[in-house]
């Protein structure tokens, strides 16, 4: 190990969907860090596509399309459902929540896309002044089923005409049993999961699919409802002190978190510092007793960047 690297020896834990960890996996490896991957949060397709495929069959009658997250992007703009209009893709007047959101649409083949410079919210959207005036305009908003319900109740109140798009779900993975289970855990079906898995770029993780510190992630990697994800290897990391930070990249993945591992994991949990890229999501955290909750910049690189200022091994 690279004892002069930034993040050398520390043992972050990674809680992103298995499909969304990779990146940020191997950039903390490059900073130094020991990641370990416990996907607290699984991303899934919608359970209702024939409302999805209803409104993407006249998603050409919209002035704007915004897309909330990355998986807003994978799962809408994949659901084989949008119009034949030649270069409809391509022309898109699309609008990204976060500067990852935007990534991911240009990679689908996006060429004009609107993002925030700054910031990584609902709030930087609605700032732009794009979106001051929309009298007569139609926005067709991509999103996960649920969720907050700011961006479209301030554009309709600009003058604009909204829809969803709810086009994936989130859930919670399922635990094995959990040590001293209590009034955070979930206990599900017995586990074999462990701490060195191969998780590959095709794979499902499934009952006896081993998530940990060694776990190697691709893009069509997935975790259901129906997964089963044991805490006891990470139970033990904390146990073995091999755990020094935990990121969570939203609200509903920290108490996810929370929820499979336990009331004995999650006091361990709440003794460590935990990193998240909003104010929001740090004030969820202390809400739900964590001491140290440390707001960083948005996205990845805020993260990373706070990781890295936290602990001062440069």
């Known amino acids: ?137 139609r926005v067709l908003i991509f999103r996960g089923e649920g969720g907050r319900e700011l961006i479209a109740d301030t554009l309709r109140a600009r003058g604009a005409e909204v829809d969803y798009a709810e086009c994936y779900r989130r859930a919670c993975p399922q635990a094995g049993p959990c040590p001293q289970a209590g009034p955070d855990s979930q206990a599900g079906p017995d586990s074999q999961a462990g701490p060195d898995s191969q998780v ?39 146990a073995q002190d091999r755990i020094q930070a935990i990121t969570v990249f939203s609200a509903e993945t920290l108490d996810n978190l929370l929820h499979l591992l336990g009331l004995a994991g999650a006091q361990a949990a709440r003794a460590l510092p935990l990193f998240a890229p909003h104010e929001r999501i740090a004030q969820h955290a202390r809400n739900r007793h964590f001491a140290r909750a440390i707001a960083t910049g948005p996205g990845e690189d805020g993260l990373l960047a706070g990781l890295v200022e936290y602990f001062g091994h440069d």
Not at 111 to 132: I, K, Q, W, Y
Not at 205 to 229: A, H, K, L, T
């Open 1 to 137: 190990m690279n004892s002069d690297l930034p993040l050398a020896g520390i043992g972050v834990l990674v809680t992103r969907p298995i499909e969304q960890a990779d990146g940020l996996v191997a950039r903390l490896r490059g900073l130094g860090a020991r990641p370990f991957l416990f996907p607290a949060l699984a991303i899934l397709p919608t359970a209702n596509p024939d409302a999805l495929r209803a409104v993407l069959s006249r998603a050409d009658r919209y002035d704007w399309y915004l897309f909330v997250s990355p998986s807003a992007v994978r799962f809408g703009l994949a659901a084989g459902s949008l119009p034949t209009t030649p270069g409809l893709i391509e022309n898109l007047r699309a609008a990204a929540v976060g500067s990852g959101t935007a990534a991911a649409l240009r990679a689908a083949g996006c060429r004009n896309v609107l993002a925030p410079a700054t910031g990584a919210d609902s709030e930087h959207l609605l700032a732009l002044p794009e979106f001051a005036r929309l009298a007569g305009q």
């Open 200 to 238: 590959g770029p095709n794979s499902q993780v499934g009952p006896n699919s081993q998530v940990g510190p060694n776990s190697q992630v691709g893009p069509n990697s997935q975790v259901g409802p129906n997964s089963q994800i044991d805490p006891t290897s990470l139970l033990r990391a904390f």
